[in-house]
């Protein structure tokens, strides 16, 4: 396998909203005598590629390769093209578009990424290892796509079509020779995460006549794009805006989505094409972006053609398999499990991003807090182990972490903090409980020591931390930075310690957990104070205070009664509502199920009234929202007023509810690797539950069916996977220690 360091661009002019710039396509003709044993092709394409060999498309996924920071990783992907080629002509073409190497989004720095540039392209052919040929041999064109933008949108001419460009027998006689350009400086590796694929298409279920074109709804916010098919006159211009909403039923607004640097010119090309028709009947299918929406809005069309048009919602994620099943008899909780699966889906492109429309960011926070969710639900333990790898390569001398990852230098010095710097620890160690495997650990180890120290460094006089980003968009009651970041950081020496014991590096883990203790001993003497139980906190009063800070193992045994009756108050003080952000949700309603009750989590959750997760889904909410914002109406008439830049219609982390689900629901705690404790806490609200993992081992399943004062339960164990029963308190059961196989529980409660 040869890795050419050797790249080539068509036209070198970096494309822009003023000066467009086609996305180039080359191709290289050759000849085959006699069909080798094994023909291969090592390919990387920046910003993003297609590989066609013969007119067949062969790319692993979409949106190839996977998404980095050039400086550090470069990725490759390999291809056996020996099942594709024949003896006489053949042909390897590819083409390129721009991803994030010419975006001008001024904010996250991505307008001044250091790489920007035309996209280019490195190629090794080879035949039973000999080099065939590389990028230098082929030929360039531009094609149909005369526009486009990672963070925005594409242009589209169906007139500039080349037909059989990517085929034999086509004339290129008149393309141009490519043109040497700068190769990245990062390592080069094969991508092992994996690829970005379709894994669902949706029709419309509605369409309508708006304001100024016509509306399809397809029934779902995701992630992905749209395929489009279309006859009318050559030159019709028509325009697609695609969003999670729509404007009293009118129009389409991505008003949302703007950020707050953004020039009128770039908002408006936010998730908005640009398609110009050819007087055949057209296909378009914009693929070197994603957009994350539910609604498309298509103005420039007659109501002949909206009829009898075809449009179809492709929605993509990374490729991996589904590892996990949660479903009850309480529909709004199904329908919640829903929400944070849909979310999953729509924000893991390459990696776990903040959402699918605006940003597009690996927010390190974010999975974080969403993992043993996505663990539990998906096997994409081994997709984060690669974005692990380009964490570990963004961590700079001094220990510090940036909050976004791929980055150049944004994050570094605001939007990164103990919370979100915590994904290194995080990762590692719930890859490891969930699939057995050490090698995160392993991989991470020498930079988690090298961010205790850092993190150290940052703690004041008083030892307590506050240098990040806070209880992220809390709803109605602000948690001080110094109490939620200086629990994040005994969490961080917690885990640390965990791992370290893990590989077996026990002087790194002693020196953890002294760290642990000289936290939480600060913590205690400056936020707590329990020599003061019933003294006022002031501003440290709130409920992620308590939550977090039973959690995370702040109080003493004797003093959690206190503590849990001061977290009471706090809810009642509520009304029964959340009042805390995302940091606090990865934690409450484990604490609330395990030491108040599961049906006092289910009622907080279930809320009928705003803010709840309830009130979320009263508005046909399909996916998580980034903020509890609340307003009247559905997802097809929200308010005209939404603020520019105010929040998305999809985000993922405050999917911990489904984990909650997993664990107190349907009584599947993983803490450790191979070792399951069923321990189901039964709710008045839910009488049946249904649950799967996926183990590396193989599966375990779980059904509940609960009547009166005893609970059935029927619990296949997979071979190499030891279960421990755990009753409720207050109830008794028949098993202790479950064996390979169907076993049947019986929980009886006390009367």
Known sequence: MIFSDKFFCGDSRVCTLRRHVPAPLFRHSFNIDKLPALLEVTVCGLGVYELFVNGRRITKGYLAPYRSNPEHIVYYDNYDITPYVGAGENVVAIALGNGIMSSEMPVWGADKYPWRGAPRFALAAEADGTLLFDGSAFVTSGGEVTFNDWHCTESIDARLVKEG??????????????TPAQAPSGEKMI??????????????????????????????????????????????????????????GKKITNRNLYCWTLTDEMADKVQHDFLTLSGKPDEFEPRFTFRGFRYAEITGI???????????????????????????????VNRLQECVLNSDRSNFIHFPLDCPQREKNGWTGDAALSCEQLLLNFDCANSLFVWLQNICKAQRENGSLPGIIPTHSWGYDWGSGPAWDNVLFELPWRIYVYTGSDEAIKLCAPHMLKYLGYMQSKSDDSGLFAYGLEDWLP?????????????MCKSIADTAEKCFSAVGMKKEAQYAAGLSDKIKKAFRKEILRPHEPDGPLGANDTTATHAMAIYYGMYEEDELDSAVYKLKCRIKQSGGHIDFGALCNRVFWRVVGEHIGVDEALGIMLNETYPSFAALLKNGATTLWEGFEYFEGDMAHVPA???????????HFWGDISAFFYRYLAGIRTDEPGRVNF??????????VRAEHLFRQGKLRVEIRRGGNAAHCKVTVPRGISVRVIPPEGWTSNAAELVCGENEVVFTKRV
Request: proline share 4%; charged share 25%.
């Open 191 to 248: 991508c092992a995460a994996e690829p970005v694929k379709a894994y669902d298409f949706k029709k419309p279920v509605k369409m309508w006549r708006g304001e100024r074109g016509y509306i399809f709804d397809f029934g779902i916010s995701g992630a992905g794009t749209y395929n489009l098919k279309i006859t009318g006159e050559s030159g019709q211009r028509i325009e697609v805006y695609t969003s999670d909403c729509v404007i009293g």
């Open 641 to 651: 007023e939404i603020p520019q830049g105010f929040w998305s219609f999809n985000h």
């Open 165 to 178: 460009w990517n085929d034999r027998g086509f004339d290129d006689s008149l393309w141009e020779r490519v």
């Open 302 to 332: 007659t109501g002949e053609q909206a009829q009898s048009l075809e449009i179809t919602f492709i929605l993509y994620s990374n490729s991996f398999v589904s590892a996990g099943l949660f479903e009850c008899d309480n529909e709004e």
């Open 679 to 688: 321990a189901p806490l039964f709710s008045e609200r839910i009488k049946n």
């Open 475 to 487: 709803v109605n009651v602000h948690t001080p930075l110094c109490v939620t970041d200086t629990i």
